[in-house]
């Protein structure tokens, strides 16, 4: 059974978004909530040379998983009693949907920012969501991390992460959401919440990957729908799709033209023999 504290504690970090932060209304939470949020910080670039442990317990550097493709990163604790499942669970069903694959065209990256956390714990939340994905062949393409204090700090503050301990409860205080960084390790999207748009995260790793994977469709898409960071989210640009949608008019009409002159042109020498 959820208690009130905790629903509220959910609700809250639904909530926080870009340049928000926790009202007055939620003053009975659990410790102090002024810290917690999510600020957008586009165009950072992550430090490349930050250290933590894979699921493998193997120490790698952060850059080992950019350089080629886009990434999908994901803040959270694998000890997480609610809302951390749910980010990942969102994220997870989102990505089914897609036909880009982990280790192909994008990686997906899930840091634990809680450094009591161990490689043992990121295996076992890493078994869980491969198997929940359903794509034999992917396990590459997924990478569960845990760190030390600087380093998940250090990372934290450069995607404006905030979070913060709860001493009476033993857990943390934090926002849902997730991140798209570009190859080069910049942060290109910020997607909120715990459910995610398949159609948005598809853009976003089309245009962090520099539209070097996708299709014509998507281009058409990303001509008439643009990314509100405040929203964080793609909405459509009806400007362009007026222009768009007169294009495609003078095109077909256009087309229309030149079928009706060429039948006129064929015609014409059937009349003079006759």
């Known amino acids: 059974m959820i208690s009130r504290r905790w629903l509220s504690l959910l609700l809250v970090a639904l909530m926080v978004g870009p340049g928000v932060r926790p009202s007055a209304a939620s003053q009975d939470l659990p410790g102090s ?3 917690v949020g999510i600020d957008q910080n586009l165009g950072e670039l992550v430090p490349l040379d930050l250290v933590f442990r894979d699921e493998s317990d193997r120490q790698v550097e952060l850059g080992e998983f950019l350089g080629e493709r886009p990434v999908v990163l994901a803040l959270v604790y694998f000890d ?11 994220l997870t069903s989102a990505l089914k949907t897609l036909k880009f694959e982990p ?9 634990s920012f809680d450094a009591r956390e161990t490689p043992a714990m990121a295996k076992e939340a890493k078994a869980t969501y491969l198997e929940r994905y359903g794509r034999p062949g992917t396990e590459a393409g997924w990478h569960f991390l845990t760190g030390d204090d600087q380093s998940i700090q250090t990372l934290t503050d450069r995607v ?45 790793l089309i245009e962090a990957a520099d539209n070097q994977i996708g299709s014509v469709v998507d281009q058409v898409l990303l ?52």
Not at 80 to 90: D, V
Request: charged share 15%.
């Open 103 to 111: 280790g192909a065209e994008f990686e997906v990256v899930v840091v």
């Open 80 to 90: 997480c009693p609610m809302l951390c499942p749910m980010i990942l669970n969102g």
């Open 223 to 274: 001509y008439c729908y643009h990314y509100d960071p405040v929203t964080g989210s793609y909405s459509a640009v009806a400007m362009n799709i007026v222009r768009l949608g007169g294009a495609i008019f003078v095109a077909i009409f256009g087309l229309l033209l030149l079928i009706l002159w060429r039948r006129e042109r064929h015609r014409q020498p059937t009349a003079a023999k006759a």
């Open 33 to 35: 909530l002024e810290d």
């Open 160 to 204: 404006g992460f905030r979070f913060t301990y709860l001493p009476d409860t033993g857990q943390f205080a934090h926002a849902a959401g997730i991140m798209v960084l570009t190859p080069k390790g910049q942060i290109a999207r910020y997607f909120y919440g715990v459910e995610y748009a398949p159609r948005d995260l598809r853009l976003g």
